[in-house]
């Protein structure tokens, strides 16, 4: 059974909501997406590892969108119903980039100390 | 597929969303939930497994409501629909509408301007009038309590004067028995003359006791006021007025103590008197200085000579009734003690308030009704603009209701327009009642009020933003009612053409039309009458020619000037400098001229008839002249002949009657030959014997029928002195001015010359009153007529261009222009009537008021009332006419197609 995320045991509140913002930003990073895209796409990338719940990927998506680093909009598509798609802003960008050198110097301290080896 | 909308909006619930944002994210999650459900389905699960699975989602307790709360604002903006049901609180209401307001009231420049224009006109001239009313009539005196402060007269109903002024004698003994005040005191006029000083010049001034300025509360500015001590015969020393002190001594601090030569001899000065220090009492309001009054001995026991005002202060707790019954049992007492000289004289004791503004209190009043008639008018017209806006209004007032406007909210809305609309008319009325109070000032007469009293203050600001208030309510409540309660579907339906403001709004336009002109006939009749009374009493002959006529006052001193030789040398002197220059025809000396003086009459007794009873001594008015008055008045001498310079101190005694005395004392005989004395035959006065008839002249009173009057030459008088100098000129009299005052100096340099008018502008000054009430009334009708018309004209045009259509199949079925014209002009017609005819009633019954401004025609004069009929069916008849020629011209294929 998958891994509900935030049911997951990683223990600091912080990282959690912190590794799920970077991992938004990341998958808005190339083109706009739908809430449910961005669903699929983290659970289909941790191979069913991390799976959100609509009840908290939402309202991560307006405090994001409040924030002002990604932004939300209804699209009609011809034969579609009107979806909502979520693009990164130009702040977003920048805050993605900063974020994603956080994580690289986190994981590498940790690695260095649990002696875990890079792949 | 489940619907799982309700579901999460079930979890939203609590979060408090706005309902546009609530149903976003119910429509975002519930498509994400739609998905899960798919992919369930697709990977092999049941309907039903595969809604639990999807709804397990939401089941984390409380997780999304928590998550949002942390995210969403609550209740958050929603699309604004004015007017719709929210439980917001009032004054975001209020001010939503007030922008609103403003922005439809901007999109309307027409509209805007002529409402506001009519309502500037209409509170402009109800602040202007209201800012006389109030100086005059609300403003306290300045005196301490002055509520307390009552007039004391002699009441001489039976000789003519209910409200006589108090004998010296009568006023010492009042003060000395009453206990209803806790003081009383005493003036009297009297001119001082100034000298040793530069130019000499006359000044008034007043006699007063020494407790007047403690008793009104009025301090000094510098020194002090009198003290008992002062009320001496023999003290002399002399308050002054501010104005006095500014002027003819440069507002010297060191003026205390100076002395001054007044009528020749020496003052000293005592106190200067802060600015606008006015007392109470007749012709008064120019006192540039005071002395104590202090009674000589044998002043102090005159009964019968009346010339005191006398004013006094009640008691605490002392009512007008108690005062009054203890005056009359004083008076009563008196009457006893002295029946000679006070038979049938009584006491009269009126509030001080009643007594400066009585005479003037109703024709404010009546003017301030007016201009209230004038407002009402102005509402009636700018209520007809809504009501005709507001049918053209119909389809936003019914979009608004549609989207859930509430009607009580609506009319809020068109209620805060008509404020607002009011509001700016007060704003523009105020600088139009600031433009209107200075030209009020010039006709103000004097006797009213001083003019730098009236003024835009706060009373007047409140006054006007009160009136504002209640006339945006007044005229905008019909409209606002009608326009927000109509039939929703027949508007949406009928494309807004034809219904709502349809018939039940023309009735209601006509019925203000009839208003309006109802209102105006009443103020038309009004002002008619003013003007009609006003004409009589121009046209009244004062017994003397008025034109041509220059006039001055001569005060000689009684120190240099002590006995009728000296004085008559002077005068004689005088007049031959006069005739001598060029432009005068003649000059004579008088005394008193006609309506300038108040006074001066005596009871006489007619050689051969017995004397009648004490207290009914018939009262005769005197004035001491010179040769020649008559003919340079311009008063016909009816019998007999004029005083010569033959007649003075060695001749006999001579005297000149009116026609009125003649016709009194001597009914059907010749009176030229018979001999009258002043006092009663007993009286040493020598018998002075007629020699002349002159018509009778309005001497104290333009408007009263003249009294019995006769003439003194001066040379025959010990002591009464010639005051005056009367010239009738070929030329401008004005430009001769300054010529016959140089001539009087060239005789003596330290004489005063002062009052230096016209004859004209003294009979103006007369009826000043009449003129200023018949101005503002004939000026507030002209207002209202205009403003009726006005109403009358929009009416009509909004009737024409509704029926438009009707006209034109009526053209097309064969109506001549003639017939339309006809039709529309009937229309108004009929309501022009209706209003003429209840207008007709009112002014009959309202004009009643007016009976005590009026002279010589009723209050229903029929011709005033065929006039003004007349005139106002013509501007009816012209504002309808123009709106019908209108409906004359109407296409009928034109008017067809555009419906």
Known sequence: ?119 | MPDFKVEIRARLAEVGLSPVREAEIVEELSQHLEDEYERALSCGASEDEARQQVLEQLNTPDLLRRELKHVEPRGSEDPIALGTERKTNIFADLQQDLRYGLRTLAKNPAFTSIAIIALALAIGANSAIFSVVDAVLLRPLPFKNPNQLVMLWENAAHLGFPRDTPSPANFLDWQKQVTSFTGMAAMSERSFNLTGLGEPERLEGRRVSANLFELLGVTARLGRTFVPEDDKPGTHVVLLSHSLWQRRFGSDPGIIGRALTLNGESYTVIGVMPPFVQLPGFDNRNDQLWVPIAFPAEEAAEHGNHFLEVIARLKPGVTLKQARAEMDTIAARLEQEYPTYNTRRGAVVVPLHEQLVGEIRPALLILLGAVGFVLLIACANVANLLLARAAVRQKEIALRLALGASRSRLTRQFLTESVLLALFGAGLGLLLALAGIRVLRTFIPVTIAQVETITIDGTVLVFTLFVALVTGIAFGLVPAIQGSHFNLNNTLKGGGRDSGGGSKGNRIRSLLVIGEVAVSFVLLIGAGLLIKSFLHLRNLDPGFRSDHLLTMKVNLSEVKYPDRERRAAFFDEVMRHVHELPGVQSAAVAGNLPLTYNGDSMSISVEGVPDPPPGQQPDVIYRATGPGYFATMGIPIVRGRDFTDQDNGDSKDVVIISEKTARQFWPGQDPIGKRLKPGSSTSNSPWREVIGIVKDVRQNDFVASPKRQMYFTYRQLKNIAANALVVRTSIEPVSLAVPVRNAIWSVDKDQTVADIDTMDHIVAQAVARQRFSMLLLGLFAALALLLASIGIYGVMSYSVAQRTREIGIRIALGARRADVLQMTLKQALKLVGVGMILGLAAAFLLTRVLQTLLFGISATDPITFLGISLVLLAVAILASYIPALRATKVDPLVALRGQ
Not at chain 1, 37 to 53: C, D, H, K, M
Not at chain 1, 83 to 102: C, D, E, F, I, P
């Open chain 1, 1 to 119: 059974m998958a891994l509900q995320y935030m049911a997951s045991p990683v223990p600091d509140r912080e990282l959690k909501k912190g590794s799920a913002e970077l991992m938004i930003l990341s998958l808005l990073e190339n083109r706009p997406r739908h809430g449910y895209e961005i669903a699929q796409l983290i659970e289909l990338r941790s191979r069913g590892a991390i799976r959100f719940n609509v009840a908290s990927l939402y309202p991560l998506l307006y405090r994001l969108e409040k924030r002002n680093w990604i932004r939300g909009r209804w699209v009609e598509k011809a034969g579609q119903r009107r979806r909502r798609y979520y693009r990164l802003t130009a702040s977003g960008k920048n805050v993605l980039s900063k974020q994603r050198a956080g994580w690289r110097e986190f994981v590498e301290a940790i690695n260095l100390i649990t002696g875990i080896q890079r792949a």
